[in-house]
């Protein structure tokens, strides 16, 4: 399967700034992927980054909060905007060649507010 | 609405003593239940897809096995190499690729 890198690995934030965060695949794909996970609860899809187009929302998040860009079929960046101690969490990002298909993740990003 | 509620949340076991993680789902229509695996510090890890009623997979000393409205996954006779928490995920039909996740089951094997 893909090989997935996502940088940086791990960050500590001041309150109100911005992180991109960056997912880099080693073969192209079809679907990319955002997903959060905050302590203690479960993975929760942010949105579907979109090859050339604008990235599609779950609900409950929002561009301006989290703008994703995917300039090709291979990477993508999820920017978490003006941060506050409540985006404290693990960014996730994952892969599948197909929607119906298994999705492979990253190691995902381990992010902390202060 | 869809949900996934896994059990127990903790399990600790000795090495060599089987037992079964259990995962409740309710979606609108299942297209896909899918296991993960997942180490502190990592990604989750693909295990299994199971697509319909009745179907089972297995790898090792893992088998993941689906019902209408549950599935579980079966440890047999684990080592200490499969401490880990295991993740279920249900996809539903009409899905994007939505993904949704339960809390999963952190399982510990002592020697």
């Known amino acids: 399967s893909a090989v997935i890198s996502q940088k940086p690995s791990r960050d500590i934030c001041q309150r109100g700034t911005s992180l991109t965060i960056q997912c880099q695949v080693d073969s192209q794909v079809t679907m990319m992927f955002w997903y959060r996970q905050q302590p203690g609860q479960s993975l929760t899809l942010i949105a579907t980054a979109n090859q050339g187009s604008e990235a599609t929302y779950e609900s409950g998040f929002v561009i301006d909060k989290f703008p994703i860009s995917r300039p090709n079929l291979t990477f993508s960046t999820l920017t978490v905007s003006n941060m506050s101690p409540e985006d404290s969490s693990i960014y996730l990002c994952?892969?599948?060649?197909?929607?119906?298909?298994?999705?492979?993740f990253g190691d995902g990003t381990r992010l902390s507010i202060l | 609405e869809d949900q996934v509620t896994q059990s127990p949340e903790a399990l600790r076991l000795q090495e060599g003593e089987s037992s079964s993680l259990n995962c409740s789902y309710t979606?609108?229509?299942?297209?896909?239940l899918f296991w993960y695996r997942q180490d502190p510090g990592k990604g989750p890890e693909f295990l299994f897809t199971?697509?319909?009623a009745g179907e089972e997979k297995e790898k090792e000393r893992l088998k993941a096995t689906l019902t209408k409205k549950e599935s579980f996954l079966h440890i047999t006779a684990p080592k200490p190499e499969d401490s880990a928490t295991y993740l279920c995920a249900v996809q539903a039909r009409g899905s994007q690729g939505n993904l949704i996740f339960g809390k999963g089951t952190k399982l510990s094997v002592k020697p």
């Open positions: 994952s892969v599948a060649d197909r929607f119906d298909q298994p999705q492979h």
């Open positions: 979606v609108s229509g299942l297209r896909g």
């Open positions: 199971l697509y319909s």
